[in-house]
């Protein structure tokens, strides 16, 4: 009997240790998985980098995110549906590939859209900003900020080009959406959709006679070395977002949202400054190795050969139009 009572006494006292224990553990750190197409020392790479950091840090390690570089973790529209179902938990997404899964982004890929990255910048973080992000959620991606992706322009292997005649017959490399395509072949261009990764020796076969992006690609890909004329056409301006899975959003606390929130809003700021830098070294890397970079004073008769690209797309997308017209206004 005593030893029967002594075992009972035994058991309780171990117990109450063991809760005691586990009262006193830390709590459990979510550990976030970012992804980003990215190299490490990118401008959107450095900014995703420190806000992981200062999430972590304001959270007390409650959060505690980590980005993956690189798109080790997929291609963008893997790492979309990913995010979407919360398989990764934020992510930097641009948002020409986004037009599939939301229509309205659509929108930001016709071409001169916006009239100057200023530009962008103030829509975007504005009413019609939200009203992409309210578009965004509602596919389970909540978009806190917006990055910069530059001014994309046409660069070739043969000539400059100043008007839109300089174009006509040009084999141009375009990114993998109808928008696109449609734009070069306005201009009178041949429209050729390419992986990437296969630009730089299409260039230099001669299967392409150029392609269109920003300064630090153009540069980072080394297709200054074939494509020596760079044409600042600015002909689309994409912005970029910094999107949170809804899942993971939702998981957080009040408190939490609002660090989370604040610190994307910080990442895009200082994305936005470390592009305008790396845009410019990019420049000067271009020139000295023997880039003619030109300007075009007057960008109407590329403008003008767009409405009908406008017109084609309102027509398939009427419920748009409003804010295409709203954007087309704002400035």
């Known amino acids: 009997m ?18 005691m224990g586990a009262m006193s553990l830390p709590v459990q750190a979510e550990g976030w998985r ?3 197409i990215h190299p490490p020392g990118y401008p959107n790479t450095e900014a995703l980098e420190a806000f992981a950091e200062r999430v972590a840090e304001r959270t007390e390690g409650r959060i505690e995110p980590q980005v993956y570089n690189n798109a080790v973790l997929g291609d963008q529209p893997d790492a979309i549906e990913q995010t979407r179902n919360g398989a990764l938990d934020f992510a930097n997404f641009n948002m020409g590939p986004m037009g599939p899964i939301v229509n309205e982004t659509n929108v930001l890929s016709l071409p001169f859209i916006f009239d100057s990255i200023d530009h962008m910048h103030e829509v975007m973080d504005g009413e019609i900003g939200q009203q992409f992000a309210d578009a965004l959620a509602e596919k389970n991606l909540i978009a806190l900020s917006w990055f910069d992706s530059g001014a994309r322009s046409l660069y070739s292997t043969s000539r400059p080009v100043h008007t ?12 993998n959406n109808d ?3 449609d734009m070069i072949e306005a201009m009178g261009g041949n429209a050729t959709p390419m992986a990437y990764g296969e630009v730089y020796q299409s260039l ?14 153009f540069e980072s890909s080394n297709h200054f070395e074939v494509a020596k004329y760079y044409s600042l056409t600015e002909h689309l301006i994409i912005p970029e977002c910094l999107c949170i899975a809804k899942a993971s959003w939702e998981s957080l606390s009040e408190q939490d949202q609002e660090i989370v929130r604040e610190e994307a809003i910080k990442a895009s700021e200082m994305q936005r400054e470390l592009w305008v830098e790396g845009s410019q070294e990019s420049r000067e890397i271009v020139l000295d190795a023997g880039v003619e970079i030109n300007e075009i004073e007057d960008k109407t008769p590329f403008q003008d050969l767009m409405e009908p690209v ?3 797309f309102i027509e398939e997308n009427p419920d748009l139009e409003g804010l295409v017209n709203a954007i087309r206004s704002s400035n």
Not at 5 to 12: A, F, G, N, R, Y
Not at 169 to 175: A, C, D, F, Y
Not at 204 to 217: H, I, K, M, Q, R
């Open 164 to 175: 839109p005649e300089d174009v006509e017959g040009l084999k141009i490399r375009v990114m």
């Open 204 to 217: 230099t076969t001669g299967v392409l006679d150029g392609a269109e992006n920003n300064y630090p690609s």
């Open 310 to 312: 406008y017109a084609g």
């Open 2 to 19: 005593q030893t029967t009572t002594l075992m009972k006494k035994t058991v309780c006292a171990a117990a109450v240790t063991a809760a």
């Open 179 to 181: 928008l696109y395509v």
């Open 34 to 36: 970012g992804w980003n």
